[in-house]
């Protein structure tokens, strides 16, 4: 007999003034348009629940089981560099934590469920079409082995949300280690509630960072290891070419996950100025950006732990500045040995710095493909009759240079070709969320009712590592991106 969740709800047991009580507001119609039965099962979720009429209750938020708190949660956070001191979940509800087969803690939240007392501007309800965009790339995400939050299950609602125009509802399950963010120890420090942020930092040790309470100063373990994981998940962005859009402190996870896929893309073109999103104007997140502003982030999530972490001020100003002295350099490291690997090289050599330099300056003035040109190369290291035939073509002319220069440094290798061609293709995707594509699928699915073409790149993207003759039509960007742009939902 199918079973229903059982929820274990530990952020609901912090004082109330952390979040809000509440129901999802009802849904007239809704309707099943692709559930993650596979990340059900690792979560410990019974699909056959999911599907059935008592799930799908709860995964518009008409009903929820007994064992479900759901509640919205509060944090501030810089938007853009300016300071918003309430912000919090405007149109999300957290319905429940649920432990999986090896005791791991995970959110599970409604998005797109009704007004809070958090909502700006918008109704708290999501079209379809944001609905659409996180699911797949979010799940594209995860696939390529980059840490995020996760696609549960989509729905239909059969209301209409109101923007610039009218548009068929939508409801997102999304999943995540939490949903605590950099802005969540800012709200508490904004208000200069000490009490507050050490059980929010206990909260987050607990569940995170366990290892950390047995540290001399377990607040800056803490901060240490928010740290590390940030630097290794922006390196994880640069190397896929992902741009996240829109990278305010209440958009960073403090378990180390991407979350929030407003108005995030993939790079066609390689140019460090990249920018899709519609509200960017100064290019403030563009991709060449991330890494600082991910250091600028994680500054403040240090100031705002200042009172934690000594209780002399300048002892613990000290503190904080060593361990944001050291995101450069962790950023750096990961981001060299992952481009290291997109090159076939068993490891990074300070001599590789001028190879990977000239190597992205000739795809900025040839303007190449980022994907692309990462596969081109993988195909020329594969030995005859390793090759996969992939219709990609080949690199300009320009590269014969700089092609001597990567196949003299991969003779140096202390691994194998075989090995060395391994690397590359465990680094390089043939497939990754391509704009106009995801595009397609949003348009027909919102204004035809279409979900084929949706189900279709979601199951591409699900091994982006994959060739098969029939996604051809899927490794391309567009002919042109030139003023494409991308939007929050609200």
Known sequence: MPQAPNFDNSYARLPEYFYHRQQAEQVPSPQLIRLNSALASDLGLDPDWLSSDDGLAMLCGNRFPDSADPLA???????????????????????????????????????????????????????LGPVLREYLISEAMAALGIPTSRALAAVTTGETVYRDHALPGAILTRVASSHLRVGTVQYFAARKDEEALKLLCEHLIARHYPGAAAADNPVLALLENVIRKQAHLIADWQLVGFIHGVMNTDHMLLCGETVDYGPCAFMDQYDPATVFSSIDHGGRYAYGNQPSI????????????????????????????????????????????????KLGLSRHREDDDQLTKDLLELMRTEQQDFTICFLRLTELAASQGQARNLPIGELPEAFNDWLQRWHQRRQQNDISDAESLALMRAANPVVVPRNHRVEAAIEAAVNREDFSEFHRLAELLAKPFDYRPDMDDYLFGAESSQGYQTFCGT
Do not use: M
């Not at 999300?92 to 809070?116: C, F, H, M, W």
């Open 73 to 127: 949660t509060v944090y501030a956070g810089y938007q853009f560099g300016s300071w918003n001191p309430q912000l919090g979940d405007g149109r999300a509800l957290l319905i429940g934590e649920v432990l999986n087969p090896e005791y791991k803690r995970y959110d599970i939240q409604l998005k797109g469920s009704g007004r809070t007392p958090y909502s700006r501007g918008g109704d708290g309800k999501s079209p």
């Open 294 to 341: 991910g250091h600028w982030n994680l500054a403040g999530l240090a100031q705002s732990l200042l009172p934690l972490l000594d209780k002399d001020e300048d002892k613990a100003v000290e503190l904080a500045q060593n361990a944001i002295n050291a995101f450069p350099q962790c950023f750096l490291k990961a981001y060299q040995q992952g481009l290291a690997h």
